[in-house]
C-alpha cells in the first residue's frame, strides 16, 4: 500500500517503524500540520495482536511496505519487508527515525550508511525491557553506534541511552500522548460504578493477568460489592474470567473498545491495575491519569516512578498481594483521599501533551541535521 507522492520539497525525516497506532497517528498528524517535512514507512498495517481501526486517509504521507512478520517472542514481532531501499531513495529524506532492532530496520540502517543519511532511534522501553538474545546483542550496538539522536519517552529509557554512551544532549524525552484529549468534565468517587479496571492484553506471562485475579479476589472479601471491569483479550482470558467469576466478583468483560471510546471506559473507574512483568512504557497509564484515574502499577512499568509517583496519583507496588490489597483498599474507602489523589493524576498529565510531544520531536530532528550541517563543513 502506498500513499507516497513524488514531492519537489526534500524530507526533513522519514520515520521507518513496525506499524502506525492511534497515538503515533495523532503525533505524526501533528508534526504535519506543524510543518515538519516528515513521511512514515510501515512494516506493516497492523501486527497480529493489535486491533486498532484507524483511517487510510492521512495527511501525511504513508507507505506499508511488503513483507512478512514473525513472532519471536510474547507481544514482540520481527518483520522483513521488501523494497525499503527503493522506497527510501524515492522519499530522500534528510534523516531517518528507526524504531526497533529487527531485521526491516537493519536494511533501514544499511540504506543511511549507503547514502550517507543520519538516522536517530525512538524506543519506548528502558533495559530492563531489551531482549538478550545473541541477535540483540550482536546487532543493538551497531543500530547505536550509528545513531545521532535517541527519542526517549521516560527516564528508563534515557538511561539506557546514557549507559549505550549517549551524553544528555543527544537524547529527547519526548513523552507518549494518548490519541484522544482528556475529557472536559469527570465524574466525581461517587459516580464512578466501575472499583477496578483492567486494559490489557490478556496474558499471564507478561501482564501478570493471575496475580490481578488474587488481588481482586482478596478485596472481595473485604468489600462484597466489588465491581471490576475488563477490557482486553488473550491466550490466558479464559482463566482469568473464571477466577474472577469463582469468586463471584461483579464482572463486566469486553474484548475490544475502540480507541476512541477509552475516555467513557476508564472514567467510569475508580483505580487501574496495571501488574505487568515488563512493560515498555503503559501508555493506559497515561490514558487512566488524564481521566483522573489513579494507577496501581509495578515497578517493571515503564512508567513507574516517572508518570506515576507513588503515592501522588497511584502508587507503584512490588509483586506482593498483600500490597496491593492494602493500597487499593485504602483508596477505595477514602472518598476524599481518592478525590485528592484524582486531582494530582489529572493535573500530572498536563504537561504531557501532544504539544510538548511534538516540540520534542521537532527538536531532535533540528538537532540531528544541525550535526550533519556541521560534520560536512
Not at 472479601?221 to 475488563?230: F, I, K
Request: hydrophobic share 45%.
Amino acid at each position: 500500500m502506498t500513499d507516497l507522492n513524488p514531492s519537489p520539497v526534500r524530507l526533513d525525516a522519514v520515520e521507518f517503524n513496525n506499524m502506525v497506532t492511534p497515538y503515533t497517528d495523532r503525533l505524526f498528524t501533528r508534526l504535519k500540520n506543524d510543518g515538519l517535512k516528515l513521511a512514515v514507512v510501515s512494516c506493516t498495517r497492523a501486527e497480529r495482536n493489535r486491533s486498532w481501526n484507524l483511517s487510510a486517509a492521512k495527511p501525511y504521507a504513508h507507505e506499508i511496505l511488503r513483507g512478512f512478520e514473525l513472532e519471536v517472542g510474547p507481544r514482540r514481532f520481527a518483520h522483513l519487508n521488501r523494497d525499503i531501499f527503493r522506497t527510501l531513495s524515492h522519499l530522500r529524506p534528510k534523516m531517518i527515525v528507526l524504531t526497533g532492532f529487527y531485521p526491516s530496520m537493519l536494511l533501514g540502517l544499511a540504506w543511511s550508511r549507503w547514502t550517507g543519511t543520519p538516522i536517530a532511534l525512538r524506543v519506548d522501553g528502558g533495559e530492563e525491557d531489551m531482549p538478550q538474545t545473541a541477535y540483540h546483542r550482536l546487532f543493538r550496538p551497531m543500530v547505536l553506534k550509528h545513531c545521532r539522536a535517541a527519542l526517549a519517552c521516560g527516564e528508563k529509557g534515557a538511561s539506557f541511552f546514557r549507559k549505550a554512551g549517549f551524553d544528555d544532549a543527544r537524547i529527547f524525552r519526548m513523552p507518549l500522548v494518548p490519541a484522544w484529549d482528556p475529557p472536559s468534565s469527570l465524574p466525581d468517587f461517587q459516580a464512578r460504578a466501575v472499583d477496578l479496571i483492567w486494559v490489557a492484553e490478556i496474558s499471564d506471562a507478561i501482564k501478570n493477568a493471575g496475580f490481578f485475579v488474587q488481588v481482586a479476589t482478596r478485596l472481595k472479601q473485604l468489600r462484597p460489592d466489588l465491581t471490576v471491569r475488563v477490557i482486553g483479550r488473550g491466550r490466558d482470558q479464559h482463566a482469568m474470567l473464571v477466577g474472577l467469576a469463582d469468586a463471584n466478583i461483579i464482572v463486566r468483560h469486553d474484548e475490544t473498545v475502540a480507541w476512541d471510546e477509552m475516555a467513557e471506559a476508564l472514567s467510569g473507574a475508580k483505580l487501574l491495575l496495571l501488574p505487568s512483568k515488563r512493560e515498555p512504557w503503559g501508555l493506559v497509564c497515561n490514558e487512566a491519569l488524564q481521566c483522573g484515574t489513579p494507577c496501581l502499577v509495578s515497578p517493571h512499568v515503564g512508567a513507574a516512578d516517572d508518570l506515576v509517583r507513588d503515592g501522588v496519583n497511584g502508587h507503584v507496588l512490588p509483586l506482593e498481594i498483600d500490597r496491593w490489597v492494602e493500597a487499593a483498599a485504602e483508596l477505595l474507602d477514602d472518598a476524599s483521599g481518592w478525590s485528592a489523589m484524582s486531582e494530582r493524576a489529572r493535573a500530572s498529565m498536563a504537561p504531557r501533551g501532544i504539544e510538548a510531544s511534538a516540540k520534542i520531536y521537532r527538536e531532535m530532528v533540528a538537532y540531528v541535521l544541525r550535526a550533519d550541517t556541521s560534520r560536512l563543513q
